[in-house]
């Protein structure tokens, strides 16, 4: 029997081997055990160094209008599909920033005339070590892109593939890409979803279906501090739920309090949600060996298993893995160690996920997920021959908000200054419907009417105040059409 253990990011296994041999009913076993508790330690593996577009003025963003434009994207309309709901954004007057598949184009001018993130003809490549669009997704803060994928080496179920991030940052006139990082290494198949978004604090998390090696699924998710390189888990091994989503239904990230709330469908057909809550607490005592002892009675809603980062004023300091959480939570030793660390005034950070529960029970699953600036979270919910509905939660509990005239299918919501907008398609056609800061939804106006079926369609997690824009593409598959829609 051999029993593999993955610690976090550093790929390190430990293997229990025990050798079995039959024999006769009461004969005594001759052979010794075995046992081998050492780790192994994998080299990492090495990272694409980051680098920079050149200088770009970006200042002179036209007003959005509306009008209809198509890129003429590497994949065609197919590179939408999948987790790519979010990768469309805007800043500006009119500035349009798309990424479908591994490469970002840009529009200064509402989306009638597209470039690279340098003014080039054509787009810039932001994912060089990536395998597909259906196994990537990417979230666009205006004109900030924040990136997940599988890695181009997929193991196929027969070994571990690795998930790496990246992002394409604009620093005045220009853009710094990268650098790719691993945030998974025990992936035992290609990831069939992804979602990565910001907190309220900046950090970036990014969730996923984890096919582990009995190839069922969990929902896993990890979180970083801006353009850091470490990732750091919540709850044991990343897992925040043991069942992952069904058919692909999830999961969706957004940000939520201090931390974030996650929407999947598990396989008893429920649309569920979670949040992580931080949980802080101060050193009490340095051990020797490197291990901690924190403050007594500060382990609530912490797991064994679990990671912390210590942080002083926000800075990182060192990660501890937690090996006991009762009385005075003792943990493993930091790497790296606790040289120069205080006993009084450091904080441990780690994020603990609430139970999930039952937003609406039966064949409903989430769409997608905004939240407000205010706080106020709202998840969309679809279900096969029903219309969908619009979710917000209050008080701790979940109320419909649903816009008048909703259909079709794919209702994702943005939250866009004080107003929250939902998208959908409905065969042909594309809608779009505001809800203003009084909390009172607008009529649903048509946004474009296209000669074949709509297939899927993208919109920003977070867009500008003054407009929305809006991606999509029909089952030609020839273009991916955008539209930026002033709002009133």
């Known amino acids: 029997t051999a029993v593999e253990r993955s610690s976090k990011d550093a790929m390190e296994f ?16 001759a052979l010794k055990v075995l046992r081998d508790g050492s780790p192994m330690t994998l080299p990492p593996r090495p990272k694409a160094a980051a680098k920079e577009t050149a200088p770009l003025n970006i200042s002179a963003a036209a007003k959005a209008d509306g009008a209809v434009s198509s890129v003429a994207a590497d994949g065609g309309g197919y590179a939408l599909m999948a987790a790519m709901d979010r990768c469309i954004g805007g800043f500006g007057g009119g500035g349009v920033i798309v990424v479908p598949g591994h490469t970002a184009y840009l529009s200064l001018d509402g989306g009638k005339s597209w470039t690279g993130l340098d003014g080039r003809p054509g787009g810039t490549r932001i994912a060089a070590d990536f395998r597909g669009r259906h196994r990537a997704t990417a979230t666009v803060y205006g004109a900030d892109v ?11 179920g027969g070994g571990r593939t690795m998930n790496k991030a990246t992002s394409a940052i604009r620093s ?31 950090r970036e998390w990014v969730a996923w279906n984890q096919v582990n090696v009995l190839h069922g699924t969990e929902v896993r998710a990890k979180w ?14 990343a897992r925040i739920y043991p069942h992952g989503a069904a058919g692909g239904a999830g999961p969706y990230l957004t940000a939520c309090g201090e931390g974030v709330a996650c929407f999947w469908r598990d396989e008893s057909q429920g649309a569920l949600w979670s949040r992580a809550v931080p949980v802080r607490t101060k050193v009490a005592a340095l051990k020797e060996g490197g291990a901690i002892e924190v403050a ?5 809603g912490i797991r064994i298993g679990a990671n912390l980062v210590m942080e002083r004023n926000g800075k990182y300091l060192a990660a501890f893995t937690v090996t006991k959480t009762t009385g005075n939570m003792s943990t493993a030793a930091p790497d790296p160690g606790p040289a120069g660390i205080a006993k009084e005034g450091d904080e441990l950070l780690a994020f603990a996920w609430s139970p999930a529960s039952d937003i609406e029970k039966g064949r409903w699953e989430p769409s997608s997920a905004a939240t407000l600036p ?30 008048a005239g909703i259909g079709g299918w794919r209702p994702m919501l943005s939250a866009c200054g004080g107003r929250l907008t939902c998208a959908w398609f409905e ?5 779009l419907c505001a809800r203003g800061p009084d909390g009172k939804w607008g009529g649903a106006k048509k946004i474009a009417e296209e000669q074949d079926l709509i297939e899927t369609i993208a919109a920003p997690l ?3 105040e003054n407009f929305v824009p809006i991606a999509w593409s029909t089952k030609k598959r020839d273009a991916v059409k955008v539209a930026a829609v002033p709002l009133p």
């Open 374 to 403: 205010d706080g106020t979270v709202f998840a969309a919910l679809q279900s096969p021959g029903k219309a969908p509905k619009v979710m917000r939660l209050e008080g701790g509990r979940w109320v419909q908000d649903s816009p």
């Open 146 to 156: 924040l990136m997940a994928f599988c890695t181009d080496r997929c193991a196929g």
């Open 462 to 464: 977070v867009g500008p």
């Open 14 to 29: 430990a293997v229990l081997v025990d050798k079995v041999r039959l024999a006769k009913a009461g004969m005594p076993c």
């Open 427 to 431: 065969g042909k056609t594309v809608f």
């Open 224 to 237: 970083r501090y801006p353009g850091g390189e470490e990732w750091f888990q919540c709850g044991e091994n």
């Open 296 to 300: 007594a009675g500060t382990s609530a």
């Open 172 to 202: 005045g006139d220009r853009w710094k890409i990268g650098p790719e990082t691993p945030f998974e290494f025990g992936q035992r198949h290609c990831v069939d979803r992804l979602s990565m978004v910001r907190d309220a604090a900046g």
